[in-house]
């Protein structure tokens, strides 16, 4: 068999799709009898075209040069951005091709109505490179899942955030050396704030909420959290009562209700998805009746991207990818209504009757403490003290952190951290 | 969309799957849009008969009822054993039905016909359950990896032996105790000698090879090394040295030659499949462009198990599985022809001299020692004396050990265990 695609933008991952490819259709075709055969490549950026005759393919800046093109089954969306990468993958749908995507923040955002318009026209959308790089996450989920219920996950989703957080870890700096570390090194992309902030793990866990609970989550409506207010004090804190702090995404599903979030999250420190190091993504999953899965994985980068675009021009090509059908009996919960266990660091000073009167908002908020450090003594400065909480109202925990900040023995804001005890 | 499905062998499998498909057969409809019916069930044991009746599935003793069945779609073999499995998978494809199996041994001692057989009839056969239990390996790699060279893997994918080597570990117990442990536990099953002895990973690593390599190998060819000899001595000096003792399926390919071994192995303790605890099972990929990937999970127990049972189900009723063709150009190596590093343990008499001779032979032999460890002092008496070597041949190791072992101060046998630096 013979499918000839079309690839559209030629960044990081479409370069690598191009390279791999040229590398491997052979052995995809000693495998599968498909031949894979790149019939245009369009970029919008003319000096790309060099790049491109070493493979002997015909170049375009014009995308409509390969939407149009009836020669053409696949087309490849690699341009990321959310505008002008909608208006072609929908043309693309709509001239009856197939499409396959990395793009997770067009899916994030317009997902149920592009799987919607792909299902009405019978064309099939492949997008196991938006979530995780090169894990082949979303055929182990949709099909290897199949007959599961997903009670809950916990994904590390985004390679840049944890790599900062794992060097702040390791060499005891601040969040922002390792952000520059991480930018030196090439790791963070132009548009570093939807990593570091939680927006591009939020797309992806859109995604997974999709593949797991039939669910296109309204993106405004899940909380949110970066990690540009960890310290290195609740880095070494949690450290020291066995912890890890990690960017998670997490779901949970309790009968017809929905807890989605994403936030720097304290997890047990001989947990597996607490040994995710620098740039690796993982996704704990724990499914009935198949148990607890952990899925690891490069969740970036050109070459092992490549490997998943592939394997869904593959896929497409000999069947049309099934998905999850909607399912609409599911609420949102919203933040405030978490209960959850705290880590809690107030900054107070070292005077006596100080943590009588931390107690006592905590008390009368019916939050109950778990465990109480403070281990610096500077009479009369302010020094850190860290409590873990028994579970607790997220809302109560909001409320109490406020009254506490008005004291004048803190100095607030006082920071607090959900903890998850996987 | 409507299947038939006939289950032959209600163990602990086949009653899960049984449950499995009661339980979420309507979840599995609304995603997909088909029904899976149970058209009948089989079990050589009649006092079966009152399980299944509690499902309202008619109930036989006899196979063949459901293999002649002209409305059954699939065959579900899950009896295990390879004799009397083989004949009723040959006779279901025969019969133009399609097979989904859970069997192991079946598979790595007759997989190359039973596959051939079934192209020649174009019928599928679904394995996902034979190799690590829920994990969606078999998809991940021959779909999700489709385009991708497999460098190496490293596989820990019997969980018996891998909860008697965390015993082993965390409480300083013998191989008899920790495997006492496990028999009271539920966790050894009958024929246990398959899982302590390393033949049920042997099993499993065929069936990898196929996968990855398209090469099913030649049982007799891979070197198998079980768990039994592996002392609490070993493990507390692996643990000192930052190692940990796991039982291995390793596969590397270099060129044409492809190197399969089954053994314990010191791992170092801080890569991710030194952290598989208990009857967990992992699988750790090297592929390229992937790179590096971990598959963790349940690798046995009925309700894991079914869960990929079901996902075989799904995907054969939509499209036929797509498999590896054979690689024919790829040679085994022999264990004598491995480089490796090792760990080597002697009794020796603790008196002036002993290591001075120790060193002369593994000198002889081109042997050369990275580390050495003695701790214990008991004059004149057995004392250990732990090495860690460089890269050496194993064959020189043999012949090393073979000659110290003769010295009058060593007590033979002396133990060696290869080293993976992962």
Redesign the interface.
């Known amino acids: 068999m013979n499918k000839k695609i079309g690839i559209i933008g030629l960044g990081t991952v479409g370069e ?1 799709t191009l390279r ?2 040229y590398k ?1 259709s052979s ?2 075709e ?3 009898s498909l031949k894979v055969e790149v019939a245009k490549v369009c970029d919008a950026r003319i000096q790309k075209r060099k790049f491109v005759s070493q493979f002997s393919i015909p170049f375009t800046t014009n995308p409509y040069d390969l939407i149009n093109d009836p020669h053409i089954d696949i087309i490849v969306e690699l341009i990321g951005g959310i505008k002008l990468a909608k208006n072609y993958v929908i043309s693309a749908l709509k001239k009856g091709k197939d499409v396959v995507t990395a793009n997770k923040a067009l899916l994030a955002e317009s997902g149920k109505n592009i799987f919607s318009l792909a299902k009405k026209l019978k064309r099939s959308i492949g997008f ?1 490179a938006s979530v995780c790089g ?3 996450l979303i ?2 989920i949709s ?7 997903v009670k809950k996950f916990y994904g590390i989703l985004n390679g840049t955030a944890n790599y900062i957080l794992c060097k702040m870890h390791k060499e005891r700096i601040s969040f922002s050396s390792a952000l520059r570390e991480a930018q030196m090194k090439g790791f963070v992309e132009k548009r570093s704030q939807l990593d570091i902030e939680g927006i591009d793990t939020l797309h992806k866990l859109a995604i997974l909420s999709y593949l797991c609970f ?1 669910v296109w989550p309204s993106l405004s409506k899940v909380y949110v959290e970066g990690i540009s207010k960890v310290s290195p004090l609740d880095v070494m804190y949690a450290e020291e009562l066995s912890y890890r702090i990690k960017l998670l995404a997490i779901a949970k599903r309790r009968k017809s209700k929905l807890d989605l979030r994403v936030h720097p999250t304290l997890i047990p420190q ?1 947990h ?1 998805i607490s ?1 995710v190091s620098l740039a690796f993504n993982a996704l704990w999953v724990e ?12 969740g970036a ?1 050109g ?2 991207t ?3 675009v ?2 869904d021009i ?2 497409i090509s ?2 049309k990818p ?1 998905f ?2 909607e ?1 609409l009996n599911i609420y949102l919960e919203s933040i405030n209504s978490l209960q959850s266990r705290y880590y809690i660091r107030f900054m107070a000073l070292d005077k006596p009757g100080v943590l009588a009167k931390i107690s006592k908002i905590l008390a009368s908020l019916n939050i109950s403490i778990a465990s109480v450090t403070q281990k610096e003594r500077r009479k009369l400065r302010y020094v850190p003290i860290v409590m873990l909480t028994h579970e607790a109202k997220e809302s109560s925990i909001r409320k109490a952190l406020s009254k506490i900040d008005e004291l004048s023995v803190i100095k607030g804001p006082s920071q607090f951290i959900r903890i998850e005890d996987l």
């Open positions: 690598a791999s490819l491997y052995l995809i000693k495998r599968t196991e090169a894990i082949p055929r182990s099909e290897g899942l199949v007959g599961c219920e039939g001989d597996p040994q499914a009935s009746p198949a148990g607890e899965l952990l899925f690891y994985g490069e980068g070459a092992p490549s490997s998943s592939i394997s593959v896929s000999f069947a099934r999850v059908k399912v």
